[in-house]
């Protein structure tokens, strides 16, 4: 398990991870979201010991991050913006994370590079974005570690990409209990994959739960009221949001299907459905309530 506590860095007169608490456990897809600039790529570089915190601490099972190297060998950290030995090749990289790396899977390594269609005797910094991200991927799960960060890891690779390396998190996940840790701007790209997620803004958490209990306590309602009523008359409904397009009102309510259904069938409409929630939709409405300006959140 990994746990943060009182996690902060600032950069001069900049507050770029602020107080950050987090528990994350074994064997979930944790994913880390929020806009560009809010301190994402900065707490895993906290989290993976690769800058000092200011205040607070990082530790995997109790064991303190920072200049610890056994506890950075239970995990690897696959940059944005990808890193390798100047002139190197693929096959120089695995020389080079197998003396790190002690469960590092050589075979399996062979295996991904030929079938990703990658040389392993070609220099890296001669590969496209997308081929350094796949090799980065590749590097990281033949690695054997606990957890694998990932910052932006999907940026910059096609779809079939894309669903391969979501294919790769998931097959150890369930063979040996990795713990991805995942930091995008992008809500769609970790809705299919992700257990628990985090919201990141002005370099704080704003929500962490779990994906599953989000969906069951939040809804969209689609409804047309008897006439003279309004969406002001649902006093019993706890309302987030309401738009309206002619007679069609669409509402997004706090509660389980359940009540919710109870509730609306209670003022007797012409019509009503409950429609579940997107990812994207869920987190705009939490901000909203929040105060937040969520025309400046990037999804």
């Known amino acids: 398990m990994i746990q943060a506590v009182n996690l902060t860095k600032r950069f001069d007169d900049i507050v770029a991870v602020d107080h950050i608490n987090a528990t994350i456990k074994d064997g979930c897809v944790f994913g880390l979201i929020g806009t560009n600039g809010a301190g994402k790529s900065t707490f895993l570089r906290l989290m993976s010991g690769v800058l000092k915190p200011e205040e607070g601490h990082v530790t995997i099972d109790g064991h303190e991050v920072f200049e610890n190297t056994e506890a950075k060998r239970r995990f690897f950290y696959i940059s944005d913006e990808q890193f390798f030995f100047s002139n190197a090749t693929p096959e120089e990289m695995l020389r080079y994370?197998?003396?790190?790396?002690?469960?590092?899977?050589?075979?399996?390594?062979?295996?991904?590079?030929?079938?990703?269609?990658?040389?392993?005797k070609r220099k890296i910094h001669t590969f496209s974005k997308g081929m350094k991200k796949q090799v980065s991927v590749i590097c990281g799960i033949c690695a054997?570690?606990?957890?694998?960060?990932?910052?932006?890891?999907?940026?910059?690779?096609?779809?079939?990409?894309?669903?391969?390396?979501?294919?790769?998190?998931?097959?150890d996940m369930a063979d040996r209990n990795l713990t991805p840790i995942i930091a995008s701007h992008n809500l769609r790209e970790l809705e299919d994959i992700c257990d628990h997620v985090g919201l990141l803004h002005k370099g704080g958490i704003l929500?962490?739960?779990?994906?599953?209990?989000?969906?069951?306590?939040?809804?969209?309602?689609?409804?047309?009221?008897?006439?003279?009523m309004s969406a002001e008359d649902l006093v019993a409904l706890d309302k987030l949001n309401i738009e309206q397009r002619g007679s069609l009102i669409t509402l997004v309510v706090r509660g389980t299907r359940e009540e919710v259904e109870a509730i609306m069938a209670s003022y007797n409409p012409v019509f009503f459905?409950?429609?579940?929630?997107?990812?994207?939709?869920?987190?705009?409405?939490?901000?909203e309530v929040a105060g937040y300006d969520i025309k400046k959140l990037i999804f």
């Open 97 to 120: 994370y197998r003396t790190i790396y002690q469960r590092f899977d050589e075979a399996r390594f062979h295996k991904l590079m030929s079938s990703f269609g990658l040389s392993e």
């Open 144 to 171: 054997g570690t606990d957890y694998l960060f990932c910052d932006e890891t999907f940026d910059g690779l096609d779809p079939v990409m894309r669903q391969a390396v979501k294919s790769l998190f998931a097959a």
């Open 207 to 228: 929500l962490s739960r779990e994906l599953d209990d989000m969906k069951l306590n939040i809804h969209k309602l689609q409804c047309v009221l008897q006439p003279g």
């Open 273 to 287: 459905e409950c429609i579940p929630l997107s990812l994207e939709e869920i987190f705009i409405s939490e901000t």
